[in-house]
């Protein structure tokens, strides 16, 4: 009974400890999305691990809505945009490997191809700066979207 009272300190010392590591891990691989276009988009992420497919949430997004994905991965990731009114029709699908957090700016493509009649409008992910945390009495702000 003696021997299990001098333990118990090394034992919450040990959880404590663990605490403390644990919240001092970054969790890289995080990827934000905002919706620079004007019509809502529906936007999913799909990453491989450990030779398994994970999904994130599906996140409708309307003009000028900003989310963050729940899926925290690194590697390649294909992003895909789906139609909110026929969710089954793929609007865009593009890969990209992200080592790092990433914030990606979704905008409809303007290239013009002349003698071509107008479709759906065709849209692209374009990768901004990450938002900066706002100092004391500032109020938060995104980067503005780069239009090309």
């Known amino acids: 009974m003696n021997s299990q009272n001098k333990s118990l300190p ?3 010392t040990a959880i404590a400890a663990l605490f403390v590591f644990a919240a ?3 969790a890289d691989g995080l990827v934000g999305y905002r919706n620079d276009s004007t019509q809502p988009v529906i936007v999913q992420s799909a990453v491989v691990v450990n ?4 999904r994130s949430k599906p996140q409708l997004l309307y003009p000028g809505e900003v989310a963050v994905d729940g899926l925290s991965a690194t590697g390649v990731r294909r992003v895909s945009l789906y139609d909110p009114k026929k969710p089954t029709v793929v609007l865009h ?4 490997n992200n080592a790092k957090d990433s914030f990606l700016s979704i905008q409809i493509d303007t290239t013009v191809m002349v003698g071509v009649k107008p ?3 065709k849209f692209k992910l374009v990768s901004v700066a ?3 945390m706002p100092g004391p009495g500032k109020p938060p702000s995104l980067p503005p979207a780069k239009k090309k």
């Open 10 to 12: 090394r034992v919450l």
């Open 119 to 121: 479709t759906a409008p």
């Open 130 to 132: 990450l938002p900066t």
């Open 93 to 96: 699908q593009e890969d990209f």
């Open 51 to 54: 030779n398994t497919v994970r």
């Open 24 to 26: 001092g891990v970054r």
